[in-house]
T-cell receptor, first 116, second 113 residues
Framework: AQKITQTQPGMFVQEKEAVTLDCTYD???????LFWYKQPSSGEMIFLIY????DQQNATEGRYSLNFQKARKSANLVISASQLGDSAMYFC?????????????WGLGTSLAVNP | DGGITQSPKYLFRKEGQNVTLSCEQN?????MYWYRQDPGQGLRLIYY???????QKGDIAEGYSVSREKKESFPLTVTSAQKNPTAFYLC????????????FGPGTRLTVT
C-alpha cells in the first residue's frame, strides 16, 4: 500500500537558520513523484517543489531543496535561511508516474514555527 | 491572472440543508479535485475529475456529489446525508503535463449547525 509518513507534528527554528522537515514514503510503484506543499494560516495550499524518483539530482527551488534518498525512501524538505513567513503547515505527497492516475497520497503534515 | 477561485470563503448552513461549493479555474487544466481537511489533519480526497462529463469517487465520497459540465467548473454539493459536514474544503486542478502537480484554490470553510 502507498503511504506517506511525516513523523514531526511540530518543529521550531530560529529565523535565518536552516530546517529539515522529514518525509518517508512507502510504494511498490517503480516510478513515482514526490511533492511538498505549504499551507499558511490562510488555508491555501501552495506547491513548493517536486522530485521524480528517476531524477539524478535533488530538486531545488530557491530556498527550498529536497533531500531525496531513494534507498531509504525518504524525501526530506530543507528550507535554508528561514524567514518569519515560512511559519506554516508543510505537507509531503506522492503519486505514481506510470498511467493516468493523478491522485496524490498525502502525509499528515508538519507545523513549522519560525522564531524571531 | 490565472488561478483557482472558490466562493464563498466562509459558509454557514443549518443541518438538513444541501449546500453547493463553487470552484472555478482559468488555468486550462483538465483535471480537478475536491478535498476535505479537518483540524490537525491532512487532506482527504472526496471526488476528482480528469475530463469534462466524467468524475470518480475519492476516499470519502459518501454524502457528497459533483458535476463537471464545463472544463472550468467543478462544483461540490454537500448533501444532508453527509453526517459531519463541518470542515475546510479545498478545490485543486492539475497541469496537462507530468508530473501533474496540483494547484489549489483558497478554500471554503463550511460550518453546519
Amino acid at each position: 500500500a502507498q503511504k506517506i509518513t511525516q513523523t514531526q507534528p511540530g518543529m521550531f527554528v530560529q529565523e535565518k537558520e536552516a530546517v529539515t522537515l522529514d518525509c518517508t514514503y512507502d510504494t511498490s510503484d517503480p516510478s513515482y513523484g514526490l511533492f511538498w506543499y505549504k499551507q499558511p494560516s490562510s488555508g491555501e495550499m501552495i506547491f513548493l517543489i517536486y522530485q521524480g524518483s528517476y531524477d539524478q539530482q535533488n530538486a531545488t527551488e530557491g530556498r527550498y531543496s529536497l533531500n531525496f534518498q531513494k534507498a531509504r525512501k525518504s524525501a526530506n524538505l530543507v528550507i535554508s535561511a528561514s524567514q518569519l513567513g515560512d511559519s506554516a503547515m508543510y505537507f509531503c505527497a506522492m503519486r505514481p508516474l506510470a498511467g493516468n492516475n493523478r491522485k496524490l497520497i498525502w502525509g499528515l503534515g508538519t507545523s513549522l514555527a519560525v522564531n524571531p | 491572472d490565472g488561478g483557482i477561485t472558490q466562493s464563498p470563503k466562509y459558509l454557514f448552513r443549518k443541518e438538513g440543508q444541501n449546500v453547493t461549493l463553487s470552484c472555478e479555474q482559468n488555468l486550462n487544466h483538465d483535471a480537478m479535485y475536491w478535498y476535505r481537511q479537518d483540524p490537525g489533519q491532512g487532506l482527504r480526497l472526496i471526488y476528482y475529475s480528469q475530463i469534462v462529463n466524467d468524475f470518480q469517487k475519492g476516499d470519502i465520497a459518501e454524502g457528497y456529489s459533483v458535476s463537471r459540465e464545463k472544463k472550468e467548473s467543478f462544483p461540490l454539493t454537500v448533501t444532508s446525508a453527509q453526517k459531519n459536514p463541518t470542515a475546510f474544503y479545498l478545490c485543486a486542478s492539475s497541469t496537462r503535463d507530468s508530473p501533474y502537480e496540483q494547484y489549489f484554490g483558497p478554500g471554503t470553510r463550511l460550518t453546519v449547525t
